[in-house]
T-cell receptor
């Protein structure tokens, strides 16, 4: 089954404790991206990747890192999480940046 | 940063009604547009792409007006299952910008 998976789905952590949210797709898509969704602000793009080893900043990259060492994986790293990073995070993949995005199920992160 | 604006609603309509949403965008370089549907606490899913010539998929019709920089979504014969949040999306280059979403509630 074609899908985008994210782990964990739910995470409660404390300020400053490094965490990684994994994202994996099995559709051989070149484009992958991360979004956060907050009430009243909608979905905002954090980072995107056009292909392996090619990443670029979206609208709200501060406090986040990404890597794209393999085509299928695009982890989101929070080196020192803060409470303002409490949000619902979605990973997405697509054949290109201009085509349909396929979203993962979301990761609900709470930073205390 | 270029913006995509939507009326957040909610739009409360009875079953069988026709409802229309508009979305305005400010980036004249936008290349492609989409409507996504998002159910509560779930991931967004593509509803339809939006073409300059307009396109229709069953009860759903999308239109793009580049001169006025807006896109629209028309839903005919609303069903209870259409209740969701509808997100409009514009793409310029490789970055996507989402509107804040319009919430639709279809009532019996």
């Amino acid at each position: 089954e074609a899908q985008v998976t994210q782990n964990p789905r739910y995470l409660i952590t404390v300020t400053g404790k490094k965490l990684t949210v994994t994202c994996s797709q099995n559709m051989n898509h070149e484009y992958m991206s991360w979004y956060r969704q907050d009430p009243g602000l909608g979905l905002r793009q954090i980072y995107y990747s056009m292909n392996v080893e090619v990443t670029d900043k979206g609208d709200v990259p501060e406090g986040y890192k990404v890597s794209r060492k393999e085509k299928r994986n695009f982890p989101l790293i929070l080196e020192s999480p803060s409470p303002n990073q409490t949000s619902l995070y979605f990973c997405a993949s697509s054949p290109s940046g201009t085509s349909t995005q396929y979203f993962g199920p979301g990761t609900r992160l709470t930073v205390l | 940063r270029k913006e995509v604006e939507q009326d957040p609603g909610p739009f409360n309509v009875p079953e069988g009604a026709t409802v229309a949403f508009n979305c305005t965008y400010s980036n004249s370089a936008s290349q492609s547009f989409f409507w996504y549907r998002q159910d509560c606490r779930k991931e967004p899913k593509l509803l339809m792409s939006v073409y300059s010539s307009g396109n229709e998929d069953g009860r759903f019709t999308a239109q793009l007006n580049r001169a006025s920089q807006y896109i629209s979504l028309l839903i005919r014969d609303s069903k209870l299952s259409d209740s969701a949040t509808y997100l409009c999306v514009e793409n310029a280059g490789n970055m996507l910008t989402f509107g804040g979403g319009t919430r639709l509630m279809v009532k019996p």
